[in-house]
């Protein structure tokens, strides 16, 4: 059974750092793209890092701020936010591609900036 574990989130003020970790079993990911989405509250689920075999991506919004990274084992990845904003807050997920879709879902972890 697949399963995706996302840790680290938490509240932090505004300018603060936070560094989400996400640890997959079940099977390997090593050669699986892997991202970082996020949801607010009332919008909708949106992505904004992701890591593949070719490099990373970022969604304009974090990009210079957060960094996606894979673990050694390549079954973690990391999200490293700095620099956070109020408009940061949500609920962020760890997720992994099978194939060109992404399938497989951590539960979610909430961060919260303050301003």
């Known amino acids: 059974q697949v399963q995706l574990v996302e840790s680290g989130g938490g509240l932090v003020q505004a300018g603060g750092s936070l560094r989400l970790s996400c640890a997959a079993s079940?099977?390997?990911?090593?050669?699986?793209?892997m991202g970082w989405f996020r949801q607010a509250p009332g919008k909708e689920r949106v992505l904004i890092a992701a890591?593949?075999?070719?490099?990373?991506n970022y969604a304009d919004s974090v990009k210079g701020r957060f960094t996606i990274s894979r673990g050694n084992a390549k079954n973690t990845v990391y999200l490293q936010m700095n620099s956070l904003k109020p408009e940061d807050t949500a609920v962020y997920y760890c997720?992994?591609?099978?194939?060109?879709?992404?399938?497989?879902w951590g539960q979610g972890t909430q961060v919260t900036v303050s301003s």
């Open positions: 079940g099977r390997s990911f090593s050669t699986s793209g």
């Open positions: 890591i593949t075999g070719s490099g990373v």
């Open positions: 997720a992994a591609r099978r194939g060109a879709q992404y399938e497989y």
